[in-house]
């Protein structure tokens, strides 16, 4: 079946350090990919996407490349900031839902 | 920013009680969505709602559940008889287009925390 895998938390940077959040998926077809960010209180947000294999998806500094070969969508930030804690969550779209890993939570110290 | 907005942010219910958590989606959507987060755990797709009937449900949507949508505005998740394992976080979701298409357009509520005691 679909499923979304990705690294326990929680993850804890300093200011500036170099993220890296990483997911695998397993899918029947060619799924979108995609990374939601749920900040404390808030609803969850879409954060960026990949519809295709090798597209490379990105916003507010975050990256994710859609690798069909490792069926990974590895979310990555040069230099993470105080404002980046949340929780990150991997999900893919199929069948018309979305199945989400578990959720990654990231402190980011001043 | 049109949202989605979900109430209460809080529920308390005892055991066997009926509980209806509240969404209100973005006005011009036409597809709903429950989804849920045990503590801990993956959020879940519960069930999609298109044209004022289920499109599509997981087997988490047993008949303890039901949706609605009474008036045009709002989207009701219902659970008939509450068990303790149904403590969790509920999201509400809407879209203008069907979710395998243009899935950025998919918007979140910030959920409803309903603990069963």
């Known amino acids: 079946g679909n499923s979304v895998t990705q690294m326990e938390g929680p993850v804890t940077l300093s200011e500036e350090a170099f993220l890296t959040i990483n997911c695998t998926y397993t899918?029947?077809?060619?799924?979108?990919l995609f990374w939601y960010v749920q900040y404390p209180g808030e609803g969850l947000q879409l954060l960026l996407k990949?519809?295709?294999?090798?597209d490379k998806g990105s916003n507010k500094g975050f990256e994710a490349t859609y690798r069909k070969e490792t069926t990974s969508f590895h979310l990555e930030k040069g230099s993470v900031q105080v404002s980046d804690s949340a929780v990150y969550f991997c999900a893919l779209a199929r069948d018309d839902k979305i199945i989400f890993g578990k959720g990654t939570r990231l402190h980011i110290l001043p | 920013e049109p949202e989605v907005t979900q109430t209460p942010s809080h529920q308390v219910t005892q055991m066997g009680q009926e509980v209806i958590l509240r969404c209100v989606p973005i006005s011009n959507h036409l597809y709903f969505y429950w989804y849920r987060q045990i503590l801990g755990q993956k959020v879940e797709f519960l069930v999609s709602?298109?044209?004022?009937?289920?499109?599509?449900k997981s087997e988490i949507f047993d008949d303890q559940f039901s949706v609605e949508r009474p008036d045009g505005s709002n989207f009701t998740l219902k659970i008939r008889s509450t068990k303790l394992e149904d403590s969790a976080m509920y999201f509400c979701?809407?879209?203008?287009?069907?979710?395998?298409?243009?899935?950025?357009?998919?918007?979140f509520g910030s959920g409803t925390q309903l603990s069963v005691l």
């Open positions: 979701a809407s879209s203008v287009f069907l979710l395998g298409t243009q899935t950025s357009g998919v918007f």
């Open positions: 709602f298109y044209n004022n009937e289920i499109s599509e």
């Open positions: 899918a029947t077809g060619y799924p979108s």
């Open positions: 990949a519809t295709k294999a090798d």
